[in-house]
């Protein structure tokens, strides 16, 4: 057995006193079932505990509404990206995978602005706190995901890499909107206490122009540092930045970068921006340098915030895998020791340093729910960023993430749905555990049953389909429904069955002396060929209906045909020899002679196979029906006799 | 798609219903309530499109579906109507069918009437008991006919506390559906694929006639009568076949289309405009089934003298009129469409009215397409 990475939390039980007794479980998919048991601990006495039985589960996040939108549509998602063409080359492909990162987080955040939405408007404390937790989970899942997509799947250059993490940066950290519409809208902005906070972090941000904007109100108010702030505006202006759409090659761009950088190196230097601390703090900052940087910490919050920072000012043509060495040491300086590293900060540098499976592990442990990194994991395992990492009981890592995930779903009453497509493109053990799954959801309409079948059938799963069919048509059996029972013995093909219906259907027929459910019978079609028994049934009903209609000779053909062919069976042979009997009375002559002596031979069939014994204790019903019987046939056979004599004459 | 907006609601959706505009009015219908299954709490819910939203680049409101209303449910939503403008039947799969009033003022749903044991398996005063599944609801102001599992068909009239009628084992299968043929008359459908016509007026417990398929007894599911010529029914079966049957004639259906690859939920004709019919299916699509064609391209004998087409609907062959009734209507230019644009799971419902068609599916979403037939 592995170590283990953390030790296992401990959730007490309210109710149940876990010093005097002992607790039993039993367990079930996803979840646990703990009750007290009336055994007591070393010497304490048997006395009643508690009574309930408690359902302890992992996952809660599954039972809450507004997270189920993350698990509806990003099944929508997940199900597009695997039926996506795998055929598209480099780049169509590279920008479809991102699309679908971004159609991800897209989800994650409009989730998360419900849920903030609820937060917000919800009076009852407990409530708002959950909730508000919830968002901080949500931003953190979705600040992670952007920084996977931007290393992972979109693999930016250098270059482009590092404006990617501005981007991210500026998405994320820190709530500067607020601030800045609070300093402009006061009457004099340069003299906000906060204004040269927020040219600060513009500048932090790299937003040159935005701290461009916020200078020249100072400028407009403060003439004497009119001088300075245009250097300073001329410095930002001139800062080279490599955009998206830019042609000039990375050495280019170090080119003039380093010019630049010894320009504002000068101007330091000859002191001009002595007089005003603030400009000359971001003098500094523009060249980089870490203490300056380090003095904002307040504003930027975040280490990450710190490291882009840095790196803007110091090493904006930074590669991918350099990111490393910054992350580490920029983590050490903002931290400066005092405090330890929270796991969203292990996440992260796991990320900058390019280890995706400490990346994925790290998050399922920090995370209750397998929802984030099985999708995560799905999509780098798309851009072949996985190697067949094998897991040492049996699956690859996606595919295990996947079950885990698309069982929870199975724990839930109405998910269910969304986890059998999971299954589906789980290609190993995807088809046994969705066998295992389906068995167990309860049936309660005929409508749910129908799904369930349905999935069954587009998968072949034969067996599983037979014995829902089984259990939803004996439940019609129990309440009497014989065609609904019929119809799921149709559908599942059940010969057996249909022989238990048709057999049912006979025994009311010889209790009640009439047919029930004549609508039925009367329209099998060729579903009456599913079993014998059915067929009988149906050729039976038949041969009842002709009669009613006068049409005897036909009739009698069928009824004849039903004992010979031995579609009947043996135990009914009585009930048609004396069904037969009102078309031997008849006035005109309708069994033949030939058929007369097969109707004969029956009857002897049928009373032969009776021992001495038996014939005794037969009552006396029966010795008449068969007196009558053996009369009856001997009266037709002369009369048919005489007949086919008199005809074969003329 | 594009005016196809979807909303993800956290439930499963089995019914969707536009609220009906009164018959004078042109406006597109603002409201529809929707029904939900499968979740240990269900809901009726009720909901605006068209009010709220910004402008989109033609003018038109695009707004998304707003909750307005809802009220919890016992046991699935397996069927839903308006009965009027402000009240909803749900039938339930508990067996019981219950009447909602829509507050308008206050924007809230109440229980206006129920019926406990609408539908029931074995006799309610034997200690075996259960429940059934109430499958199907229709209404038609004042009456409301609802069937079930049970094989039962009720009779109800809004405010009568009992049925007015119930016909006892009226089938020995599953009755899936009911709709209206005329006032005193409706169509059902069951799961040994029968059409059965049951008349109110007359006294005996047995319908008045019975149509079956040919070949397999698939189940049909649903069933629709053409708004204008009530001798056409439409209905959809388990295989995802669309049958087309003429009550008047012959006991088997008039045309067989392949259809959808799953079971068909729903069919429904435009009430407006019939030549346009409308199916979902548990394989994800919806189809919007189009058979208007130009008149320029009808037969001739339309132009002769000036004839307007009312007076030849008692003349002429009917396969000319409605292209339903044809023996091949495909052959006679049928656009067929499917409406969802990313087909994961079932839709199990849709409505159309005017020009806006509203849909639910399992994978929790409702779609609005409110430039139907533009």
């Known amino acids: 057995m592995e170590e283990l990475d953390v030790e296992p939390p401990l959730t007490l039980i309210p109710g149940v006193d876990s010093k005097s007794k002992q607790m039993c479980f039993a367990w079930a998919p996803g979840e646990m079932l703990v009750y007290e048991t009336l055994f007591p601990k070393e010497c304490a006495e048997k006395r009643p505990g508690c009574p309930n039985i408690f359902i302890v589960r992992k996952d809660k996040d599954v039972y809450s509404q507004t997270l189920r939108k993350l698990f509806s549509e990003s099944h929508g998602i997940f199900v597009g990206l695997q039926r996506s063409e795998e055929e598209l080359g480099g780049k169509s492909r590279k920008a479809q995978l991102v699309r679908v990162s971004k159609n991800y987080r897209s989800v994650i955040r409009a989730c998360m602005e419900e849920m903030h939405q609820l937060a917000i408007s919800t009076r009852d404390p407990e409530l708002q706190c959950q909730h508000s937790t919830q968002v901080c989970i949500l931003s953190a899942m979705e600040l992670i995901w952007n920084l996977c997509e931007i290393l992972f799947v979109e693999v930016a250059p250098a270059g482009h890499l590092l404006l990617h993490l501005l981007d991210w940066v500026r998405l994320h950290v820190c709530d500067v909107d607020s601030m800045v519409c609070e300093v402009l809208s006061s009457e004099n902005p340069s003299k906000h206490k906060d204004f040269w906070n927020a040219v600060d972090i513009f500048v932090l941000q790299g937003r040159m122009d935005d701290a461009r904007h916020l200078l020249s109100k100072e400028a407009s108010a403060n003439p004497t540092s009119m001088g300075m702030c245009k250097i300073l505006d001329d410095l930002m202006k001139k800062m080279p930045i490599l955009s998206i759409g830019n042609t000039q090659t990375l050495t280019e761009m170090e080119l003039k970068w380093q010019h630049w950088h010894e320009e504002c190196q000068r101007y330091l230097q000859d002191g001009t921006f002595s007089s005003n601390l603030h400009m000359e703090s971001i003098c500094k900052i523009l060249l980089g340098d870490e203490n300056a940087i380090l003095e904002k910490k307040e504003l930027m919050t975040t280490w990450y915030h710190f490291l882009v920072t840095r790196l803007v000012y110091s090493h904006p043509t930074v590669k991918p895998v350099e990111l490393r060495f910054y992350a580490q040491s920029s983590l050490d300086l903002f931290l400066g020791g005092e405090s330890s590293s929270e796991p969203l900060d292990s996440i992260l540098m796991a990320a900058f340093e390019f280890e995706i499976h400490q990346v994925i592990k790290e998050c399922s442990i920090a995370l209750s729910n397998w929802w984030f990194v099985a999708h995560l994991t799905d999509l780098l395992d798309h851009c072949k960023l996985l190697q067949s990492h094998n897991l040492y009981f049996g699956s690859n890592m996606r595919e295990f993430l996947l079950l885990e995930y698309a069982s929870g779903l199975f724990s839930h009453h109405s998910l269910w749905q969304l986890g059998v497509d999971y299954f589906d493109h789980c290609p190993e053990y995807g088809k046994v555990y969705l066998e295992l799954h389906i068995e167990r959801i309860p049936l309660n309409t005929e409508q749910k049953a129908l799904k369930v079948l349905r999935i069954c059938e587009q998968r072949q799963m034969h067996e599983q389909v037979r014995s829902i069919c089984k259990i939803m048509a004996m439940k019609a059996v129990r309440n009497n429904r014989l065609g609904s029972a019929l119809s799921w013995s149709i559908r599942a093909k059940d010969a057996a069955f249909a022989t238990l219906i048709s057999d049912r259907f006979l025994k009311d027929y010889c209790e009640r002396g009439s047919f029930s459910d004549l609508d039925l019978i009367d329209n099998l079609g060729p579903s009456m060929l599913l079993s014998d028994r059915l067929t009988f049934l149906g050729k039976y009903r038949e041969f009842h209906r002709l009669y009613g209609e006068k049409r005897f000779s036909e009739a009698a053909k069928l009824l004849l045909m039903l004992m010979t062919a031995h579609i009947a069976p043996c135990s009914f042979w009585m009930t048609l020899l004396t069904d037969a009997l009102p078309l031997l009375e008849q006035k005109e002559v309708i069994f033949s002679a030939e058929q007369t002596y097969e109707l004969m031979r029956c009857l002897e069939d049928l009373t032969a196979g009776k021992t001495d014994n038996q014939k005794l204790q037969v009552d006396d019903v029966e010795t008449t029906k068969v007196e009558i019987l053996r009369l009856a046939l001997a009266r037709n056979l002369a009369r048919a006799i005489v007949k086919e004599g008199t005809l074969e004459g003329s | ?374």
């Open chain 2, 1 to 374: 798609m594009e005016d196809f907006s979807a909303k993800f609601v956290s439930q499963k959706i089995s019914k969707t219903r536009w609220r009906p505009v009164p018959a004078a009015a042109l406006q597109p219908p603002e409201l529809f309530a929707t029904g939900s299954w499968d979740n240990e709490e269900n809901k009726i819910s009720v909901w605006s499109v068209g009010d709220f939203g910004s402008l989109g680049p033609n003018g038109e409101y695009q707004g998304e579906p707003q909750l307005l209303c809802d009220i919890r449910h016992h046991g699935d939503v397996m069927d839903m109507q308006f009965f009027d403008q402000e009240r909803i039947v749900a039938a339930s799969s508990t067996g019981s069918v219950t009447i909602f009033r829509h507050h308008q003022n206050n924007q809230t749903l109440s229980v206006n009437q129920r019926w406990e044991r609408a539908h029931y398996h074995v006799d309610p005063d034997t200690p075996f008991y259960g429940g059934a599944s109430c499958t199907g609801v229709i209404c038609n102001n004042p009456e409301i006919v609802t069937v079930g599992e049970d094989g039962r068909i009720n009779l109800f009239r809004a405010d009568h506390r009992e049925a007015v009628r119930t016909i006892e084992n009226a089938d020995s299968s599953t009755l899936h559906a009911v709709t209206f043929l005329r006032t005193t008359e409706i169509l059902t459908v069951n799961s040994i694929g029968q059409l059965k016509i049951w008349d109110f007026r007359q006294q005996r417990n047995e319908p008045s006639q019975i149509f079956s398929l040919t070949g397999d007894r698939i189940p049909l599911h649903c069933v629709d009568r053409h708004p204008n010529q009530q001798h056409i029914v439409a209905t959809g079966g388990q295989d995802g076949m669309l049958s087309i049957w003429d009550v008047r004639q012959g006991s088997m259906p008039v045309s067989l289309l392949n259809a959808h690859e799953a079971e068909m939920w729903e069919v429904h004709f435009h009430p407006s405009k019939p030549d346009h019919l409308f199916t979902c299916s548990e394989d994800g699509s919806l189809w919007h089934w189009d058979t208007s064609s130009d008149v320029s391209e009808k037969p001739s004998f339309f132009h002769q003298g000036g004839r307007s087409t009312t007076l030849l609907s008692h003349t002429a062959n009917q396969s000319v009129i409605s292209a339903w009734l044809s023996n091949n209507p495909t052959k006679d230019r049928m656009e067929i469409t499917n409406l969802v644009p990313n087909q994961t799971l079932s839709v199990n419902s849709l409505d159309v009215l005017g020009p806006c068609l509203v849909c639910g599916t399992d994978a929790e979403a409702i779609y609005v397409n409110r430039h139907l037939l533009a």
